[in-house]
């Protein structure tokens, strides 16, 4: 059974940073495209970023520049650095691997 554990995210000042991460036990994780999304309050939920099997990697706009998708496949895990977090970077973040879905991690910009 594949699980995707969010972790990381919490109350952070405008500019400030985070690391996400998502653990995914459970299946071989080397071979799969991983993706984080987030939805804010009365918004769809949106894709962020991507990172491929061969590593390469896609942004949406809004994020360009100030976040960043790694993964580790020797500790099946997948990170988003968010760095210059904005206000409007409030949503919970989820990760992603095809039609399975973690339980989201929440990110509040506030001061």
């Known amino acids: 059974q594949v699980q995707l554990v969010e972790s990381g995210g919490g109350l952070v000042q405008p500019g400030g940073s985070l690391r996400l991460s998502c653990a995914a036990p459970g299946f071989t994780f080397s071979s799969y495209a991983m993706r984080w999304y987030r939805q804010a309050p009365g918004k769809e939920r949106e894709l962020v970023a991507h990172i491929a099997v061969s590593g390469s990697t896609y942004y949406a706009d809004s994020v360009k520049g100030r976040f960043t998708i790694s993964r580790d496949n020797a500790k099946n895990t997948v990170y988003l650095q968010i760095d210059s977090l904005k206000p409007e970077d409030t949503a919970v973040y989820y990760c992603?691997?095809?039609?399975?879905w973690g339980q989201g991690t929440q990110v509040t910009v506030s001061s």
């Open positions: 992603n691997r095809e039609k399975n």
